[in-house]
Every structure is written in C-alpha cells, then in structure tokens.
T-cell receptor, first 114, second 115 residues
Framework: NAGVTQTPKFRVLKTGQSMTLLCAQD?????MYWYRQDPGMGLRLIHY???????AKGEVPDGYNVSRLKKQNFLLGLESAAPSQTSVYFC?????????????FGPGTRLTVT | AQTVTQSQPEMSVQEAETVTLSCTYD???????LFWYKQPPSRQMILVIR??????QNATENRFSVNFQKAAKSFSLKISDSQLGDAAMYFC????????????FGTGTRLTIIP
C-alpha cells in the first residue's frame, strides 16, 4: 500500500514549456485534489475531482488543467509554464470531501520555472 | 470566505517540555471541521489531530491535544513532552460542512525542538 505517490519529485522548466504532474493513489478514494504551497502562504487548492471523469476548479486554477481518466490517477498540466508557477505541488485524496474524513497527501513535487 | 491565521511564524521548545501553537479562524458558519497538519523536512503532510465544531469536547491524540474555543474562533494545539521528532511546520486548516470542498490552511508555524 503506497498511499499517494507523485511523479516527478523535482522539475525545472523554462518559461513557456509544458509538463504534466502525475498523482496516483491506491486507496480507492473517490476524491482527489491538487494544492500548491508557496512560502508564507500555506497550501491553496488548484483543482479537485469528486470521481472518475470529473474535475472542478479550486481557489487558484488559472494556468493549470487537470484530468481524471482513471479513478486512481489525477493529472495536473501546465500548458505554458510561467515563473509565478514556481512552487511545491501536493496531491491529496480522500474517501469523501466533507466532514472529518482525512485528506492523505503525497510527498510533493518541487517545480522551478526559470 | 473563511480565513485561518497562525500568528506565530516560529516557536521553539525544550525537549520534554510543553508548547502551544495558536490558530484563529474567521467564519460565519456554525458547522465545520478543524485540523492540525504536521509537515516535517521530508515535506510529507501528516494529519495530527481533528475537531468537529459541534463537539464541545476537545480532541486528544496521545501527546497532542487541542483547546477549541468556538465563540472565540480559536483552535490551539498543545504538544506535551516534546520530542525531537516533533520538529516540523505545523499547519492549522479549516473545512466547511456545507459542500465546500477545500481545506483552508493557515500560513504555518515552524516548531524547533531544543535538545
């Protein structure tokens, strides 16, 4: 049981390049989330999914796209990277989105855009 | 919109002593949930403790306990018998119970344990 895994762990991009971050969970969770963490700002929700084939915008969705083609995977895409997207990205998953249900987090991906 | 404030960017405590991390939040809702997450240098976010707003009894998990003051909108974390492994960033988080999907995080408190 690996929990939530993220690929890659580190990445450096040049402005304008594209990339996809992969999140995978083996807990059969319905809900998945992408957050970004910036210094002094805590974590902010980018996009989330309430089930296979569904996605929705979070607090800071601009410049990102997501897809949930399989229940266990949630992809975060940057079509044209900008320096403002330099951040640490966390994926999380949970059984349900409300209540005391815990969100389980992946180890994070550190992305630098130059 | 809800906000979460952690007014202590950094705290330190002697090993085996007790430390309290503060968290306040702003909301107009009456039904919600509060969490404390720990983020060690490995970056992994780990749930420490959670509290339902409509439960008056403070949550406790081994050496970790909270002081939940709903009227004051305060949710502090007390760590007893501090250990070196407790050194980490601690984040307070809020979740509404009204279909709001997100966790709203505070800016974190960096806790240092002094041997």
């Amino acid at each position: 049981n690996a929990g939530v895994t993220q690929t890659p762990k580190f990445r450096v991009l040049k402005t304008g390049q594209s990339m996809t971050l992969l999140c995978a969970q083996d807990m059969n969770h319905e809900y998945m989330y992408w957050y970004r963490q910036d210094p002094g700002m805590g974590l902010r929700l980018i996009h989330y999914s309430v089930g296979e084939g569904t996605t929705a915008k979070g607090e800071v969705p601009d410049g990102y796209n997501v897809s949930r083609l399989k229940k266990q995977n949630f992809l975060l895409g940057l079509e044209s990277a900008a320096p403002s997207q330099t951040s640490v990205y966390f994926c999380a998953s949970s059984y349900h989105r409300t209540g005391l249900n815990e969100q389980y987090f992946g180890p994070g991906t550190r992305l630098t855009v130059t | 919109a809800q906000t979460v404030t952690q007014s202590q960017p950094e705290m330190s405590v002697q090993e085996a002593e007790t430390v309290t991390l503060s968290c306040t939040y702003d909301t107009s809702e009456s039904d919600y949930y509060l969490f404390w997450y720990k983020q060690p240098p490995s970056r992994q976010m780990i749930l420490v403790i959670r509290q339902e707003a409509y439960k008056q009894q403070n949550a406790t998990e081994n050496r970790f306990s909270v002081n939940f003051q709903k009227a004051a909108k305060s949710f502090s974390l007390k760590i007893s018998d501090s250990q070196l492994g407790d050194a980490a960033m601690y984040f307070c988080a809020y979740r509404s119970n009204f279909g709001n999907e997100k966790l709203t995080f505070g800016t974190g408190t960096r806790l240092t344990i002094i041997p």
